[in-house]
C-alpha cells in the first residue's frame, strides 16, 4: 500500500540533505516501527509523508495505493487516507475541538464524495471514541488542545485518528513526554485500530512504547537511511546495545 | 466674522461649505452650527500632519461629501430590515432610521414604553438645542467628527432608560440607507441610563454596496451609578460608504459599560470612542473587530480617561486586513494623578491575511498615579504556517483552514462579550465576510 523508494530530502530552507536513499516497503495491515537516534530524519521522513513544504525532495518517490503521493496536497493526502500523529500537537484558540473535528471529518467525506456526517451521527461517535481514549467532555468543549496536558494532547491525536479513520498511520515519537499510564491508553487506542485494512509507521526513539504496540518490522534510521531491518526482536536488541553500532557505521 | 478661514480647498471641503450655504438661515440650532463649521471652515479636515489622524488622513481619503439626504423609501427599508438586519431578532425594542431620518412607522417601543422614554432628536432641535446642555461637550476643534456633526446633524435618538429598569431585550437602534443617490446622514444620539438600570443596546448600520454616501453619527452617552450597559455596534455600511462615529461614553460610580465595536464593509472608517470614568468602582470592557478587504481603510481611535481612582478597563481590538487594505488602531489611556489603584490592559492584535495590507497600531499609556496595574501588548502577524499545515494534514483545504483560523482569531474577542447569541450572530458576520455558505441544522 505504500512504497518508498530511493527518497532524497533536503530542507528547502538551507539545503541540508537529510535523507538520503529510503527505501521501504509497508504492506496492508502492517505495523512497521522505525528506530533510529537523534537527527536521524525520522521526523523528517513523516512530515514529508504527511506533505510539509518545509522539505524538498531532490530524488525518488512514494507510491500511495497507487497514487503519486509527492503530488498529492497535504489535505489530499488526508483524504486518500494519510493520517500523521504528531510529536508536538499544535494548540489552536480560538478554535473548538468539537469543530475542528466536525470540519476535518466533513472536509475529508466531502473530498471522497460522500455525505457529510449528520450532527447526531457525529456527536454519537465522537462520545464513543473519547470514552475509550478517557477523554473527558469537558476537553472537548475546549479551544483545541489549549490547556491540555502532554498526554491529553497525545490522546487528543489519537482521538481524531480514529474518527478519521486512515489506512495509514503515521505516529512520529508519539510516546514522547508521556508516563507509563499516558502511553498504555495511548497504545490501547492504536491496538484498537490496527486491522487488515489500516498499516502503521511507527516511529520512536525508544523500544519502550513497542512493548505495547508490538510492531511486525523493525527497521533502523540512520543518517538518513535504513541501515537495518529486522523483526520485533530487532527492537529489543537495540535497546540493549543502544544505536552506537549504527552511529559509527554511517559516519 | 472674525475666525481666520482657512481656504476650503479639497472637493469634500468645498461640498461641506455648499452644504452649510444651504442650510435656512431660520433653522433653529443655527448658532450651534455656525460655531461648529466655523472651527471646520478655519481648519479644514483633519489630515496626516495632526496627530491623531496621522494614519487616517481625512483630506484626501475624503473625495466628496454629498449633500444631506432626502428620506429613504420606507416600504423598501422595511424590506431590508426584514432581509438582512442580522442582530433584529435578539431585540425586543427597535428605533429605525432611514437615510437619517426617525422613521415611527418602522419602530416599535411599545415593549419597553414603561422603561425608557424615547423621542428623535429632530423635536428638540426645534426647541433650539437646549438638551445639549444635559450631556458633556467637547471642544469642536478638538475633535472634527464632532465638529461636523454639530454643523450638520439631523436627527437621532433621545434615550432615556430609567433608574432600575432592567431591559429583558436588546434595544435596537437601525440606520439604513436606500436609494440610488448618494447623501450625507448625520445623527446625534443623547443616551442616559439611569441608576441600576441594565440594557443591551445594538446600533446597526446598512446601506446599499455601489453609493458612496457618508454616514456621521455621534453617541454622547451617560452611564449612571450602577447602571450596566452593553453596547453592540455593527458597521456593515456598503462597500462605497464612508462611516464615521464617535462615541462618548461617561460613566458614573459602580457602573459597567461594555461596547463592541464590529466593523466590516465600508470602504473608509473612522470610529472614535473618547471614554471617561467620573465615578469610582465603574469596569468597561471596550472591544472590537476590524474586517477590511480591497482598497479599503478602518480606523478605531480610542482615548480612555481614567479621572477617577478605583476604575478598570480591559480594551481588546482585533484586526483583519486582507488584500491592500489598512486598518488602524489608536488606543491612548490616561490615568489621572487622583486616580489611584486603577486597572487597565490594552491588547491590539492584528491578522495580515495578504503582503499588500498595512496596520498601525499605537498604544498610548500616560500614567500620573503611581499606584496602578497598567498594560499594552500589541501583535502582528499572519497565519502561523504550522497551524494551517496541521489543519490541512488533518483534511481540510487551505481556504477552508484559513477561514477557520480567521474565525479563530476573532473569536478570542467576540467571546469576552459574555452572551453567547449575540457571539454567534457576529461569527456568523465573520463567515458571510469570508464568504463561508451557512450550515443550516
Known amino acids: ?251 | 466674522m472674525a475666525t481666520p478661514t482657512r481656504l476650503l480647498e479639497t472637493a469634500a471641503e468645498k461640498a461641506l461649505a455648499g452644504h452649510f450655504e444651504a442650510i435656512p438661515e431660520d433653522d433653529p440650532i443655527r448658532d450651534v452650527r455656525a460655531t461648529a463649521f466655523d472651527v471646520l471652515k478655519e481648519k479644514g479636515l483633519p489630515h496626516r500632519r495632526v496627530e491623531e489622524w496621522k494614519y487616517t488622513d481625512l483630506r484626501t481619503l475624503l473625495k466628496d461629501v454629498p449633500a444631506p439626504a432626502a428620506p429613504g423609501d420606507i416600504e423598501r427599508a422595511r424590506a431590508i430590515l426584514a432581509e438582512t438586519d442580522p442582530l433584529a431578532d435578539l431585540a425586543g425594542s427597535r428605533i429605525v432610521f432611514v437615510n437619517g431620518h426617525f422613521v415611527p412607522s418602522l419602530s416599535d417601543m411599545s415593549a419597553i414604553a414603561d422603561q425608557v422614554e424615547f423621542a428623535s432628536l429632530g423635536r428638540f432641535l426645534a426647541d433650539g438645542g437646549a438638551i445639549f446642555e444635559r450631556f458633556d461637550m467637547i471642544d469642536p476643534a478638538e475633535a472634527p467628527i464632532f465638529a461636523m456633526n454639530s454643523a450638520f446633524m439631523a436627527d437621532g435618538a433621545v434615550i432615556n432608560i430609567k433608574a432600575e429598569a432592567v431591559l429583558d431585550k436588546p434595544l435596537h437602534l437601525a440606520h439604513l440607507f436606500v436609494g440610488a443617490d448618494a447623501g450625507l446622514q448625520t445623527l446625534r444620539n443623547l443616551v442616559s441610563i439611569e441608576s441600576g438600570a441594565k440594557a443591551t443596546i445594538f446600533e446597526t448600520y446598512h446601506g446599499p454596496d455601489d453609493v458612496a454616501y457618508l454616514t456621521n453619527t455621534v453617541s454622547q452617552v451617560h452611564v449612571a451609578d450602577g447602571a450596566e450597559v452593553r453596547w453592540i455596534k455593527l458597521v456593515e455600511e456598503g462597500g462605497a460608504a464612508t462611516h464615521l462615529g464617535l462615541a462618548m461614553p461617561r460613566l458614573d460610580a459602580n457602573a459597567v459599560f461594555d461596547p463592541f465595536t464590529y466593523t466590516a464593509g465600508p470602504v473608509l472608517t473612522r470610529n472614535e470612542m473618547r471614554l471617561t470614568f467620573s465615578g469610582s468602582h465603574s469596569n468597561a470592557g471596550i472591544r472590537g473587530a476590524i474586517l477590511v478587504r480591497g482598497n479599503s481603510h478602518a480606523d478605531f481611535t480610542l482615548f480612555v480617561d481614567h479621572a477617577v481612582p478605583d476604575c478598570k478597563s480591559r480594551e481588546y481590538f482585533k484586526s483583519v486586513i486582507d488584500d491592500t487594505a489598512r486598518a488602524v488602531f489608536q488606543g491612548k489611556i490616561v490615568v489621572r494623578p487622583d486616580a489611584q489603584r486603577t486597572d487597565g490592559q490594552m491588547m491590539s492584535q492584528a491578522l495580515l491575511l495578504d503582503e499588500g495590507g498595512e496596520f498601525d497600531n499605537k498604544p498610548e499609556l500616560e500614567i500620573f498615579a503611581d499606584d496602578v496595574v497598567c498594560a499594552h501588548g500589541a501583535t502582528c502577524g499572519q497565519i502561523d504556517e504550522d497551524v494551517l499545515f496541521f489543519l490541512r494534514s488533518r483534511g481540510i483545504g487551505e481556504e477552508e483552514a484559513e477561514q477557520l483560523l480567521v474565525q479563530a482569531f476573532l473569536a478570542e474577542a467576540i467571546e469576552e462579550i459574555g452572551d453567547e447569541a449575540i457571539e454567534e450572530v457576529l461569527e456568523a458576520r465573520t463567515r458571510k465576510w469570508l464568504g463561508m455558505t451557512e450550515v443550516v441544522e
Not at chain 1, 480560538?94 to 471529518?105: D, H, I, P, Q
Not at chain 1, 523500544?207 to 543518517?223: C, E, G, K
Open chain 1, 1 to 251: 500500500m505504500l512504497e518508498i523508494r530511493n527518497l532524497h530530502v533536503r530542507i528547502a530552507e538551507d539545503e541540508t540533505e537529510i535523507l538520503r536513499g529510503i527505501d521501504l516497503k509497508i504492506g496492508k495491515g502492517e505495523v512497521h516501527a522505525i528506530m533510529g537516534p537523534n537527527g536521524s530524519g525520522k521526523s523528517t521522513l513523516s512530515y514529508v509523508l504527511a506533505g510539509k513544504d518545509d522539505y524538498e525532495v531532490t530524488e525518488g518517490e512514494i507510491v500511495f495505493n497507487g497514487q503519486n503521493l509527492l503530488e498529492m496536497e497535504p489535505d489530499e493526502r488526508a483524504a486518500a487516507g494519510v493520517f500523521l500523529a504528531f510529536q508536538y500537537p499544535i494548540e489552536i484558540p480560538g478554535v473548538g475541538t468539537m469543530t475542528f473535528l466536525k470540519t476535518a471529518m466533513n472536509a475529508q467525506r466531502k473530498a471522497r464524495g460522500e455525505e457529510e456526517l449528520t450532527t447526531p451521527d457525529f456527536m454519537r461517535r465522537v462520545k464513543e471514541t473519547a470514552k475509550m481514549l478517557h477523554i473527558s467532555p469537558d476537553m472537548l468543549k475546549r479551544p483545541l488542545n489549549v490547556g491540555f496536558s502532554g498526554g491529553e494532547k497525545k490522546r487528543n491525536e489519537i482521538l481524531q485518528m480514529a474518527l478519521l479513520q486512515p489506512t495509514l498511520a503515521v505516529m512520529d515519537e508519539t510516546d514522547s513526554g508521556l508516563d507509563i499510564d499516558a502511553l498504555k491508553v495511548v497504545a490501547d487506542g492504536v491496538n484498537a485500530l490496527r486491522g487488515s485494512d489500516r498499516s502503521f509507521l511507527v516511529i520512536t526513539h525508544y523500544q519502550r512504547l513497542l512493548n505495547h504496540i508490538v510492531p511486525d518490522f523493525v527497521h533502523v534510521l540512520s543518517a538518513g537511511r535504513i541501515v537495518r531491518s529486522g523483526g520485533k526482536e530487532l527492537a529489543l536488541e537495540l535497546e540493549e546495545r543502544g544505536y552506537a553500532d549504527y552511529v559509527g557505521e554511517a559516519a
